[in-house]
C-alpha cells in the first residue's frame, strides 16, 4: 500500500540545508496498521504530509495505492486526497457551521458515493446517534474526535492517516477513541498510519516504529492491546 524508498526532505536552517528525513525507507502492507512515535520536531508530521501529498519530497520515490506522489499535479493531488486518504488531525478540524451527519457524510457525497446504511452504522459503532443532528461545537473533544474518525472513514479510502489524534483528549477518551480507529480501520479493511506521542496508542497498532534522526527504527514486538467491547463484530 505505501512504498517509500530514499526519500529526502529538507529545510533550511538559517544558511544550510538540514534533511528532516534522511534517506528514509518505508513500507506497509495493505490493511496493517503502524504507529510512528518520536520526539517533538522529529519530523513525523512533515512524513505524513508527504504521505498525503500535501508536501513534496526533494528526493526519492513515494508510492501510495499504486500511484507515484512525487510525479502528481496539484489537480491529481486533490483527486488522490479526495478518493483515497481519510485524515484525522489532532484539532479534530471539523466544519463548524454543518452537523454531524453532514460533516460525516461530506468526503462520500464528494466521491458521489451513496448515503445510508453504511454512514448510519459508522455514527452508531462510535457512539454517536444521538449526536447526529448537532453542530461539533455542541460536542466534547472526544465526541469531536469520534466525528473526525466517521468523517475519515466515510468513502472507504485506501488509507487512513491520523496525526496525533490522540493529542487533545484526556486519558479516558485517549484509550476509547484509539480503539475505535484502530478496530474500526481493522474490520473495515483499512491500512492506517498513526503518529502518536503514546505509548498506549501505539500498543493498539499492528507494527511500532520510531523516527529519530530523519531514518525509520522498528521498535520491538509487544503483546498488541486488547480491541474490546467498543467495536462490535
Ligand atoms: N515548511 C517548513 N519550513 C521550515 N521548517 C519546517 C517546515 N515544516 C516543518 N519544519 C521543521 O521541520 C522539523 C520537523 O517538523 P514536524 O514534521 O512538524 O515534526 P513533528 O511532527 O515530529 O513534531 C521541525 O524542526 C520544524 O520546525
Ligand atoms: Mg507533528
Not at 24 to 40: R, T, W, Y
Not at 129 to 134: D, S, T
Not at 194 to 211: E, I, M, Q, W, Y
Amino acid at each position: 500500500m505505501i512504498q517509500v524508498s530514499g526519500l529526502v526532505k529538507q529545510i533550511t536552517d538559517g544558511h544550510s540545508n538540514k534533511s528532516i528525513l534522511d534517506k528514509l525507507d518505508f513500507h506497509l502492507v495493505a490493511k496493517q496498521s503502524v504507529a510512528i512515535s518520536g520526539d517533538s520536531g522529529s519530523g513525523k508530521s512533515t512524513l505524513l504530509n508527504i504521505l498525503a501529498a500535501l508536501d513534496n519530497a526533494d528526493k526519492g520515490v513515494v508510492q501510495v495505492a499504486g500511484m507515484t506522489l512525487n510525479t502528481m499535479s496539484e489537480i491529481q493531488a486533490d483527486q488522490f486526497r479526495k478518493k483515497h486518504l481519510g485524515i484525522v488531525f489532532q484539532q479534530f478540524n471539523l466544519i463548524d457551521c454543518l452537523s454531524v451527519w453532514d460533516n460525516v457524510t461530506f468526503p462520500a457525497r464528494l466521491n458521489g458515493l451513496p448515503i445510508g446504511t453504511y454512514h448510519n452504522d459508522l455514527l452508531d459503532q462510535l457512539g454517536l446517534n444521538a449526536h447526529k443532528n448537532k453542530l461539533p461545537v455542541n460536542l466534547s473533544g472526544g465526541e469531536q474526535q469520534r466525528v473526525a474518525i466517521a468523517r475519515a472513514l466515510s468513502h472507504q479510502p485506501s488509507l487512513v492517516l491520523a496525526d496525533e489524534p490522540t493529542g487533545n483528549l484526556d486519558d479516558n477518551n485517549s484509550q476509547g477513541v484509539s480503539e475505535l480507529l484502530f478496530g474500526l480501520c481493522k474490520k473495515l479493511g483499512l491500512t492506517l498510519v498513526v503518529v502518536t506521542h503514546s505509548p498506549k496508542v501505539a500498543a493498539f497498532a499492528d507494527s511500532r516504529l520510531l523516527l529519530q534522526q530523519g531514518r525509520l527504527h522498528t521498535l520491538p514486538n509487544q503483546p498488541p492491546n486488547q480491541i474490546s467491547n467498543f467495536v462490535s463484530a
